[in-house]
């Protein structure tokens, strides 16, 4: 397992998976261990995966100071990891809230970045979250599925803030709720680091103004990834993530929810791999 020092000292791992041209892949949660992002669908047998294990998950240490959890904070993190592969310049994806993480790492460092993937990124860096109206609208579509009755009053309540997260609602977060999402979901609590979780996004975080204004000046070829059935982000919040670059194009991948590669590794992969290598 590699590991390289944080600018503040902090032992940082990534994990290498494939073989090929590397593709720096940012985990979302926030702050849950790269391990849930397997190896794309099979991405890794077109690209070198390189998964960080952000500071406080899986294999990284936990750093001296908490404060340093907050996203912007890491972004630093995501360019020492660059400067010690040896990379000028390197294609990003980020999954979820490690949208928001790259997002930033876009803005403050335009120049390393080669190719940016988004995928199912809810662009808190950008100040526009989905909403609960999203979320709600979203679920709503999976009334049909026999779980329905029982997790959508759950989900309803948890986005009003009348009660805690519930696994009973997860299936909302998958395109499918077979046993490959059972099992995946079931690890997400031993993965996530809740105490910086909680400050990823905290006061501080995020400029939007100042990070839409950079972004609307970076050229690199930008991919927004949407799932059809997600509520966070919905594909019409993707869309309006995507207008915010010069050089974006905008997917949504038919039938997937927040985990596109879970729901059709194929259609996921082909369409990331046509990103990356500019044939799409």
């Not at 100042?210 to 059809?228: H, M, W």
């Amino acid at each position: 397992m590699p590991t390289f020092s944080a600018s503040d000292g902090t032992l940082i791992a990534y994990h290498l998976r494939g073989e090929g041209e590397p593709l720096l892949v940012v985990p979302g949660g926030p702050m849950r261990a790269s391990a849930y992002l397997g190896d794309l669908g099979g991405l890794a047998a077109h690209r070198q995966l390189v998964l960080l294990d952000l500071r406080g998950t899986g294999d990284s240490a936990a750093p001296e100071d908490p404060a340093t959890y907050r996203c912007d904070h890491m972004v630093d993190d995501v360019e020492v990891l660059r400067d010690h592969i040896g990379l000028a310049h390197m294609d990003v994806l980020g999954h979820s809230a490690g949208g928001s993480l790259a997002m930033l790492y876009a803005a403050r460092y335009p120049e390393r970045v080669a190719r940016l993937a988004l995928v199912t990124a809810t662009p808190w860096a950008l100040g526009m979250p989905a909403t609960a109206e999203d979320r709600l609208a979203a679920a709503g579509s999976r009334e049909d599925e026999a779980w329905f009755a029982q997790a959508y009053p759950a989900f309803e309540a948890w986005l009003a803030g009348e009660g805690d997260f519930d696994p009973v609602f997860a299936p909302f977060f998958y395109g499918r709720w077979d046993d490959a999402a059972k099992a995946h979901d079931a690890r997400a609590d031993d993965e996530t680091n809740d105490e910086a979780a909680g400050i990823y996004g905290s006061d501080g975080a995020y400029d939007p103004p100042r990070t839409r204004s950079e972004l609307a000046r970076f050229t690199a070829p930008v991919l927004v990834l949407a799932g059809e059935l997600d509520g966070g982000p919905r594909p019409e919040l993707a869309r309006r993530t995507a207008e915010i670059f010069p050089n974006a194009e905008y997917a949504v991948q038919p039938g997937a929810g927040h985990y596109p590669w879970l729901d059709d590794a194929d259609w996921f992969v082909r369409r990331v791999v046509a990103f990356l290598d500019g044939s799409g």
